[in-house]
């Protein structure tokens, strides 16, 4: 049974920077494509990041592009979203999922993920 364990959030101001952490265990990691989601209050969940086994692809919504990157080290079982710039409109719980796929899988829908860990709070606030 594979399980994630996400880390690394926190209160940071506009502008900041913080880098998440989702462990992996019980299983290889190299077989799942990972996901980051994320969920404000009141908002529905949003695909925000997505990496697939080997690296090779990756996706990130518009809405962090450019500042936010994905990584993995499956040696280590781990996947980081390092975020950058961040906004008062990053707040949110941040959710990383895994899903047997492919080796260029890498999808922003939640309903193709099958594993979920329990969140990390990431507040933005001046």
């Known amino acids: 049974q594979l399980m994630l364990v996400e880390s690394g959030g926190g209160l940071v101001q506009p502008g900041g920077s913080l880098r998440l952490s989702c462990k992996a265990s019980?299983?290889?990691?190299?077989?799942?494509?990972i996901g980051w989601f994320r969920q404000a209050p009141g908002k529905e969940r949003e695909g925000v990041s997505c990496?697939?086994?080997?690296?090779?692809?990756?996706n990130f919504a518009d809405s962090v592009k450019g500042r936010f990157i994905i990584s993995r080290d499956n040696a280590n079982k781990t996947v980081f979203l390092q975020m950058n710039s961040l906004k008062l409109e990053d707040t949110a719980v941040y959710y990383c999922a895994a899903a047997m796929k492919p080796y260029s899988f890498c999808s922003a829908y939640d309903y193709e993920y099958s594993y979920w860990g329990q969140g990390t709070q990431v507040t933005v606030s001046s």
């Open positions: 019980g299983i290889a990691l190299e077989y799942y494509a």
């Open positions: 990496i697939s086994r080997t690296s090779a692809s990756t």
